[in-house]
């Protein structure tokens, strides 16, 4: 069969977990979409047979369009009443049945590897994931099903898209990269006062250069990001997003640096052996709650790192002030779940993998854009809030911080 859209890796599901009373459940919830299948299955013959409906007919084209009937088809072994188009060639004065109709008629067995493949997307309400095993599954047009699917998340990419931000009260900015093939989108993730998660926007590119990022970022401004009561940034240590954040917010923001991605970066320099014993150093230099101490435990590896390995010393070296702009805050006690790291937007992105990462082939850039829209506005209402212990009140504390600190400080490089 033909396909017209990326073509997805087959979901293995086992069998033995899907009870009858679900997958009842779930055929159900497949209905709608394999009938609005079916019905423009019918609806191409019916052009293919008389034309346009408001399009001039030929003198010779007799077959015209009758009304509509009450009737039936087979989705698989169910029978399921439809609407029918009655077609009649008035020339010979008699009714001319459509084949499509006729064939659907027909009850078939659905194989049941098929069947857990479609369950399985339905039942993560991945309705895309499985669209292109309807029409394999119901014997109807593959073509029909996928131009609603680019439709419906074109619709989602432009609402995405365009959303104004400024009804929203936010304190931290997440920005990260997602891998699609070759090619990176870089993906802004918003947390407002209340905790709440809202996925603010992307931008493609082959790297996270600061041309690119800072486009993002003013596109944010642009539609409604506010920003001058001051924002928190976390960041994983691109040096693109961390020039495009700075320059775009100017003075309105302090860079938090990922914690988990400078102790990684440190111990990759490191012999083998070394690694795990240098990672708990860092971890328990970070687990200080106060910047002095932190910063104390932070410099008292320099040396022996230096005679381990000089690049090593280096990326610890590398912005490593601003590894610890939560801790300068004062803040680190009430946010190290949330803010210490990039996990907020790191979830985020494994989430839209479920959906982006079965596509085998990605065609052309407006693909990437839409399956992103539309994955990103499926993931937002399963966002948890950010989960520390007081919040929302360490986010007012965080705003109050933010706003009445100044935000740049001779710590931090220009």
């Known amino acids: 069969m033909k396909k017209v859209y990326a073509v997805e890796k087959e979901v293995k599901v086992d069998e033995d977990h899907v009870d009858i009373e679900t997958r009842v459940a779930l055929i159900q919830a497949l209905i709608p979409l394999g009938l609005e299948a079916v019905m423009d299955v019918l609806q191409d013959q019916v052009r293919e047979l008389a034309g346009s409906r408001y399009a001039r007919k030929d003198a010779e084209q007799s077959v015209r369009r009758w009304g509509r009937q009450k009737g039936w088809v087979y989705l698989a072994d169910q029978k399921l ?20 109709y006729k064939s659907l008629q027909t009850p078939r067995k659905m194989d049941e590897g098929l069947l857990l493949r479609v369950l399985k997307g339905i039942s993560c309400r991945n309705y895309e994931a499985c669209a292109e095993a309807v029409p394999e599954a119901f014997g109807v047009s593959a073509s029909s099903v996928s131009r609603r699917f680019i439709k419906a998340t074109a619709k ?14 936010f304190v931290a900015l997440f920005v990260d990269g ?48 506010r920003y001058h009561e001051g924002l928190l940034a976390i960041i994983d240590g691109s040096k693109g997003l961390h020039s495009a954040i700075r320059k775009t917010l100017k003075g309105y923001v302090r860079i938090h640096r990922c914690q988990w991605h400078k102790r990684e970066n440190v111990v990759s ?15 328990k ?28 010393l280096g990326s610890l070296e590398e912005g490593l002030e601003e590894t610890l702009t939560l801790h300068r805050l ?16 790191e979830a985020i992105n494994s989430m839209i993998a479920d959906s982006t990462d079965k596509v085998k082939r990605w065609t052309n850039s407006m693909q990437r854009h839409r399956w992103l829209a539309a994955a990103l506005l499926d993931t937002q209402p399963r966002l948890r809030n950010v989960s520390d212990d007081i919040y929302p009140y360490s ?11 100044p935000l740049r400080t001779s710590s931090e490089p220009e």
Not at 287 to 308: I, R, T
Not at 395 to 405: D, E, Q, R, V, Y
């Open 156 to 169: 989602k990419l432009k609402q995405f898209q365009e959303r104004p931000l400024d009804d929203y009260d």
């Open 81 to 100: 009443p439809v609407e029918v188009p009655r077609m009649r060639d008035v020339a010979a004065g008699v009714e001319v049945p459509l084949k499509a």
């Open 269 to 283: 320099y490191l012999p083998e052996p070394e690694r795990p014993r240098f990672r708990r150093k860092l971890q």
């Open 178 to 225: 997602k891998s699609f093939a070759d090619e990176q989108m870089v993906i802004a993730l918003g947390v407002t006062m209340s905790g709440e998660k809202i996925p603010l926007g992307f931008v493609e590119t082959s790297t996270e250069n600061e041309r690119v990022c800072r486009q993002l970022i003013q596109d944010l401004i642009r539609r409604g990001l």
């Open 395 to 405: 986010g007012k504390l965080l705003k109050t911080t933010l706003t009445c600190n």
């Open 330 to 345: 004062g803040m680190l006690p009430f946010l190290k779940r949330s803010f210490r790291t990039t996990n907020c937007i």
């Open 285 to 312: 230099a970070y687990d200080h709650d106060s910047y002095q101490k932190a910063k104390a435990a932070l410099e008292a590896l320099k040396p022996e790192l230096a005679l381990l390995n000089q690049s090593a």
